[in-house]
């Protein structure tokens, strides 16, 4: 949850408004560009230290549960340390976590590095919205909003660009470096300006028992999935443990925070209509959206040929109609039905996903990057709406509790359906391989056919057949992409009904402020 705004301060004046804007932004900026900087980085993280593409992912996943787990505790540390020092304390936190993860010699220290810059990364988005509207008067909060999505909505297309770039002409750890000037500038700026203007500290109990069965059963369910494959799923001792830790945890949380006098997850809230049909789209659409994200440069730069840098600039358009109909989406959406919205966005994502399941190993650069253009229009008219249906009619003191909430849903789906989908690339890329070997046994005419002209190339018999294997894996992992962008896109179609059960919201005067609009972290 997010702690209460700082209103007992007047806003900030002049330069000092202006200076404090861009140093809130640029904070946000680095925390929204590190959840994307990676995504193209993975083969070369990967290669490095010795794992493969899929284990790889894991430096994405850890981050994003980390920094869903933390996401609850904002508002209680805000109280307990005062807003404007616990955001300094995370800015701070953040830059060492990635200083550690460019030192980082191994899968295993990566992994460590990230969930620890998941975890102080936590209060940073909240409590930047928060320091943002106290600076501003009330009648101009709108427009300071509207300029901090902006920042959110660059990071996404600044991200790729400049990990892809980084990657091949630096090193991946460079991605995280680029951190550490960054984030120590905001954060000596932010204390400059606004450690007098601090929130009251209170001492509020904590609940440690829900803490402690929150990260119990979402990490349980994120490493069964992450090692699920590499463990051969249910015939592991681990991952039947990890399933069982999952299940039973989750349903002792549910337990707990339902009667707990101080729970750190509000899920009452979910009795709401429109919240619980309107998180419960948001999470299910995010994560379908995510692990598409994630598995489009994987598969470019695996079966592609793609450098980094190319399978950055493949990703980099879909900010760009997002960023240009934001605004709109913004003004529009106290006008129109934002169900309508939000339907026209699963719909876009549903012809995104379609065009991409039309993918072969002769699809040129444009047309692979024409569905990621379309696909900002979708961003910008997702998030925004399904924000304004999940927290219409709540009671302005419940808002910070369900925008905690809200984000906590939607970055947890966003892991998990980065671990599902890489699962689900590498099972069906095995099933199209097998059956596209079944008819070229040996003494098959076509196979003797392109033997023979390898072998006219020079190529002895071991190194033709590995050449002729590569080819088949390209086209298996091309036709498993293919599965997932086809599912994914009925899946899509399938939410817009679920949307359709919540309730139209009364007219507003302007869109919720109180979350991330971009659903890019």
């Known amino acids: 949850m997010a702690a209460a705004p700082p209103l007992d301060h007047p806003p900030l004046q002049g330069s000092a408004r202006v200076v404090g804007t861009l140093a809130l932004s640029m904070a946000t900026f680095m925390n929204v560009l590190d959840s994307s900087i990676a995504n193209v980085s993975i083969p070369a993280i990967a290669g490095n230290l010795g794992v493969s593409p899929a284990q790889g992912t894991w430096v994405i996943t850890s981050f994003g549960i980390a920094n869903a787990i933390a996401l609850p505790l904002t ?3 805000a109280q307990r340390f005062g807003a404007v020092r616990l955001f300094i304390a995370s ?24 969930v620890l810059q998941g975890l102080v990364a936590g209060p940073m988005m909240p409590l930047s919205q928060i320091l943002l509207m106290a600076s501003f008067p009330r009648q101009q909060v709108g427009k300071a909003l509207a300029f901090w999505g902006m920042t959110t909505l660059v990071a996404p297309v600044v991200g790729p660009l400049l990990g892809g770039w980084i990657t091949d002409n630096f090193s ?26 601090d929130t009251p500290i209170q001492k509020l109990p904590i609940d440690r028992v829900g803490l ?11 490493l069964m999935l992450d090692k699920g494959k590499e463990l051969d799923w249910f015939a592991s001792p681990v991952i039947s443990g990890l399933a069982l ?8 949380f549910v337990a707990w925070e339902l009667t707990d006098a101080h729970p750190v997850v509000d899920l009452r809230l979910f009795g709401r209509r429109n919240f619980g049909f309107g998180v419960l789209t948001t999470a299910l659409g995010y994560g379908l959206f995510f692990g598409n994200v994630v598995l489009l440069p994987l598969w470019l730069q695996q079966w592609m040929g793609y450098t980094a840098t190319n399978a950055g600039m493949v ?28 339907s026209v966005a699963y719909l876009i994502f549903t012809y995104v996903l379609w065009l991409r399941a039309g993918f072969t190993t002769q699809t040129d650069h444009f047309h692979i990057m024409l569905p990621t253009l379309l696909q900002g229009a979708g961003m910008a008219m997702f998030f925004i709406p399904l924000t304004t249906i999940s927290l219409s009619g709540l009671d302005p003191r419940r808002l910070p509790a369900a925008a905690g909430l809200s984000n906590f849903m939607r970055i947890t789906a966003g892991a998990m359906g980065t671990s599902i989908t890489t699962t689900l690339w590498e099972s069906r890329a095995a099933m199209h391989h097998a059956h596209l070997v079944e008819g070229l046994q040996q003494g098959n005419p076509a196979l003797l056919e392109v033997l023979g002209t390898l072998g006219g190339l020079g190529a002895d018999d071991a190194a033709a057949m590995a050449q002729i294997n590569r ?7 091309t036709r498993a992409a293919d599965d997932i962008f086809l599912g994914s896109a009925m899946m899509f179609t399938l939410l817009i009904g679920m949307i359709w059960l919540t309730r139209r919201p009364p007219r507003l005067v302007q869109a919720p402020p109180s979350v991330d609009a971009s659903g890019a972290h």
């Open 212 to 222: 402690a069965l929150l990260v119990l059963w979402v990490g349980s369910l994120q």
């Open 75 to 77: 508002g209680w540390l």
């Open 91 to 114: 800015v701070l936190l953040f830059v060492t976590s990635s200083w550690l993860c460019g030192l980082a010699m191994s899968l295993e220290m990566l992994v460590a590095a990230r």
């Open 172 to 197: 991946w750890p460079w991605i995280f470096y680029i951190n550490v000037p960054v984030g120590m500038l905001a954060a000596l700026v932010t204390w400059r300006l606004y450690r007098h203007r």
């Open 471 to 477: 080819l088949i894996d390209q086209q298996a992992y």
């Open 315 to 342: 990703l980099a358009p879909v900010g760009l109609l997002a960023i240009l109909l934001s605004p709109m989406v913004g003004k529009k959406v106290s006008v129109w039905d934002p169900r309508v919205m939000a």
């Open 245 to 252: 830790a999952a299940v039973v945890g989750l349903a002792l």
